[in-house]
Structure formats: C-alpha cells, structure tokens
Nanobody, 118 residues
Framework: QVQLVESGGGLVQPGGSLRLSCAAS????????MGWYRQAPGKQREFVAQ???????VYADSVKGRFTISRDNAKRTVYLQMNSLKVDDTAVYTC????????????WGQGTQVTVSS
C-alpha cells in the first residue's frame, strides 16, 4: 500500500505563496494519478488539481492560473505551488493517489493546514 505524507502548509498573507509537498512511500509501483483536495470549515471536500504520470494536469476553476501541480517520479513526490493566495484558499489540503489499474483516488494523506490571513 502507498502511504502519503503532506508537508509545507502554514500561515501566509493574502497574495503570498506556499509550496506543498506530498511524499509517497511503501510501494515500488508507479502511480498513475496524484492529486490534491482541500476542505474548508463547513464545506465539502473539493478537488483542487491532479497530475498523471504523463504530466497531464487538471485544475479546479477556482485555482486555475494561480496553482501549479507537478510531480517528481524519482522522489515519488507531488507538489502544489500556490501563488496569489486568497483568504478563500484557507483549508486543509490533502494529497491522494490512484492504485494500479484504478482511476479513482484510493490512498489519502492526513492533510496539511493552509491558512491565508493578514
């Protein structure tokens, strides 16, 4: 099984930037799709971005143009570069991965808190 551990969250001012990392371990199999979700207080968990093994990316409209997802297969790590952060970006960010042969996110990390505030 794959274990996912996020890091890089914290407090940032509006307009600032953060880079989240998610390191995968526990499996030597390649991961087709890795992605990021977030959940703000009182809201449903929502999709943020994903990247496939072929580096195809998909972004939620709310973050398009501001966030960039990338992956380093050698390090088995996925990143989320977040620029021009808004207060509404405040949430717990969780990374996820598909399993071999699957197209749904089956493995999830514990999440990292991102707080955007003055």
């Amino acid at each position: 099984q794959v274990q996912l551990v996020e890091s890089g969250g914290g407090l940032v001012q509006p307009g600032g930037s953060l880079r989240l990392s998610c390191a995968a371990s526990g499996s030597i199999f390649s991961i087709n799709v890795m992605g990021w979700y977030r959940q703000a207080p009182g809201k449903q968990r929502e999709f943020v971005a994903q990247v496939t093994s072929s580096t195809t990316t998909v972004y939620a409209d709310s973050v398009k143009g501001r966030f960039t997802i990338s992956r380093d297969n050698a390090k088995r790590t996925v990143y989320l570069q977040m620029n021009s952060l808004k207060v509404d970006d405040t949430a717990v960010y969780t990374c996820a991965a598909t399993r071999p042969g699957g197209w749904t996110f089956a493995d999830w990390g514990q999440g990292t808190q991102v707080t955007v505030s003055s």
